[in-house]
């Protein structure tokens, strides 16, 4: 299984800009450019915010950006509103013969 | 519109089993992975069991390998997740979730809780 690894929490004021990092190996977020992030408020599903690395769905707005380097994925939240105090996650592909999987979360507190 | 509605949670005792059920409508079923992830309570997220399309392919985390079965019903737009052999760390929120392997989740389902205590 994928073994990502995430900053517990990230804070920021409102209006600011916050990174949260997701590290893993050269057999998944380095290997492949299958990285996706997803932000969960408390008591609701999931929702996916970036896939593909970088790539923005629909309705999700310009304000979430992310990048990779090496192994490494990143998420910027810029101009932080109080909605987007949240828990992220990212995940992503691990390969043919690995089922992939999740940090272990970020709690992004607005101050 | 993608929809995806879990049924089936409940209250099992140790040893016991379960199957969840997942509803879809608002996309060709059969042309998409679907997998299911759960969330133990004030934990994060797990991914469990990722079915392909055709359903050839399955994988399971080791953590249930051997004690939980995903399956699909391209016929009925319905995706299964047999729970047995349930411990008390199973306990969580099952999600379905369209996507997995290379496609991201998306969009996922309200979740079922599955609660294991005696």
């Known amino acids: 299984q994928s073994a990502l690894t995430q900053p517990p929490s990230a804070s920021g004021s409102p209006g600011q800009s916050v990174t949260i990092s997701c590290t893993g190996t050269?057999?998944?977020?380095?290997?492949?450019?299958?990285v996706s992030w997803y932000q969960q408020h408390p008591g609701k599903a999931p929702k996916l915010i970036i896939y593909?690395?970088?790539q923005r769905p629909s309705g999700v707005p310009d304000r979430f950006s992310a990048s990779k380097s090496g192994n490494t994925a990143s998420l910027t939240v810029s101009g932080l509103q109080a909605d987007d105090e949240a828990d992220y996650y990212c995940?992503?592909?691990?390969?043919?013969?690995?089922?992939?999987?999740f940090g272990g979360g970020t709690k992004l507190t607005v101050l | 519109e993608v929809q995806l509605l879990e049924s089936g949670g409940g209250l099992v005792q140790p040893g016991g089993s379960l199957r969840l059920s997942c509803a879809a409508s608002?996309?060709?079923?059969?042309?998409?992975?679907l997998s299911w992830v759960r969330q133990a309570p004030g934990k994060g997220l797990e991914l469990v069991s990722t079915?392909?399309?055709?359903?050839?392919?399955?994988y399971h985390a080791d953590s249930v390998k051997g004690r939980f079965t995903i399956s699909r019903d391209n016929s009925k737009n319905a995706l299964y997740l047999q729970l047995n052999s349930l411990r008390a760390e199973d306990t969580a929120v099952y999600y379905c979730a369209k996507g997995g392997r290379q496609q991201p989740f998306d969009p996922w389902g309200q979740g079922t809780l599955v609660s294991v205590s005696s």
């Open positions: 608002g996309f060709t079923f059969s042309s998409y992975a």
């Open positions: 079915i392909s399309g055709s359903g050839g392919s399955i």
């Open positions: 593909g690395v970088s």
């Open positions: 995940s992503s592909y691990a390969g043919s013969n690995n089922l992939g999987g």
């Open positions: 050269s057999s998944d977020v380095g290997g492949y450019n299958y």
